[in-house]
């Protein structure tokens, strides 16, 4: 057996447990957020990406495992917020190596005992997870079960878009609107054909190519240079792609009206949400609008009918006007709104915890 070393970190933020996991056999280096299982079990994708450096690792995971447990909790799922950032380096794109890898993976997820439970993200697959599987069984997204969740992340993102539109305009009408979007990935694909179908012109972009002549052929969409995106005149700009894209460089450029993409973490720092604000661009918080693949993965999760599925994934426009509604009220972003909304949720967990 390979040596696997689990190393317990403490950075100083409010998570229950941050781990970086190490098998140098595997070829195996990654980090595992447990932010909090209060609501249930920390549920978060595996991401495996090229960081120039641990530490960055660790920030990513960080971040992406506090927003899974809001997403969770605005959800009103009974899970808990975690995630994991395998520290991809050569040799782990494919074949021998990558299943090393994988398995490593698994057998760290297996020593935390259930507190945290993966799927698919950013850089790996249904058919990753199923090799995952051979070592835990603390993992979804498998295939033939939930899937690919693009499809209903995008969907939910739609769904969002009318909620948002609503707020905006008075109308939660989409035909004959603009949307530019960022990324055309599963995610961007799914909502651009989704989108495309009600009517919605689009443009689109993508450091890939290929990607983006697959979505203008698909739908007709206009494909922009990925520089283009942030200034092109749209109704609303959906990021699908990474995070970190919101920000004093990138918001002055915008000509939008509503920001709603299925991108985590799109804030560079939280003073971004207050700079769109101060724009008049109304911005749909992420881990509201993007929880669709999430709730997607409950019947492999938590065991619910597969019917019960669509009704919620429909509720993110419920959800995120409620996040809109809220920051109208108060003055304040619908970023720090939806902050406290999860957290109030949470707190009344804990409550109920306690009694």
Known sequence: MSPLTLEELHPGTDHERVVFCRDPEAGYRAVIAIHSTVAGPAVGGTRLWSYPREADAMTDALRLSQGMTYKNALAGLPLGGGKAVILASEGTGSGQEREAMLLAHGRAIERLGGLFMTA????????????????????????????????????????????????????????????????????????????????????????????????????????????????????????????????????????????????????????????????????????????GGVIGGAPELLGWG?????????????????????????GVSPHAAADRLAEERLAQLRQGDNK
Request: with cysteine; aromatic share 4%; net charge negative.
């Open 120 to 291: 698919e993200d950013v850089g790996t697959s249904p058919e990753d997870m199923e090799i995952v599987r051979r070592e835990t069984r603390h993992v979804a997204g498998l295939p033939g079960g939930s899937g690919d969740p693009s499809p209903r992340t995008a969907h939910g993102l739609v769904r969002a878009m009318k909620a948002a539109a609503l707020h905006r305009w008075g109308s939660d009408e989409l035909a004959g609107r603009t949307v530019s979007i960022q990324g055309c990935g599963h995610v961007g694909y799914h909502l651009a054909v989704e989108l495309s179908r009600m009517g919605v012109w689009l443009r689109v972009t993508d450091v890939d190519p290929e990607r983006v002549y697959q979505v203008t052929t698909a739908t007709g969409a206009e494909g922009l240079p990925p520089e283009k995106i942030f200034s092109a005149k749209a109704d609303i700009f959906a990021p699908c792609a990474l995070g970190g894209i919101l920000n004093a460089e990138t918001i002055p450029q915008l000509r939008v009206k509503i920001v709603a993409g299925a991108a985590n973490n799109q804030l560079q720092e939280p003073a971004d949400g207050d700079r769109l604000r101060e724009r008049k661009i109304l911005y749909a918080p992420d881990y509201v609008v993007n929880a």
């Open 306 to 330: 597969e019917e019960e599925v669509p009704a919620r994934i429909d509720g993110i426009y419920d959800t995120l006007l409620a996040v809109l509604r809220m920051a109208k009220a108060e």
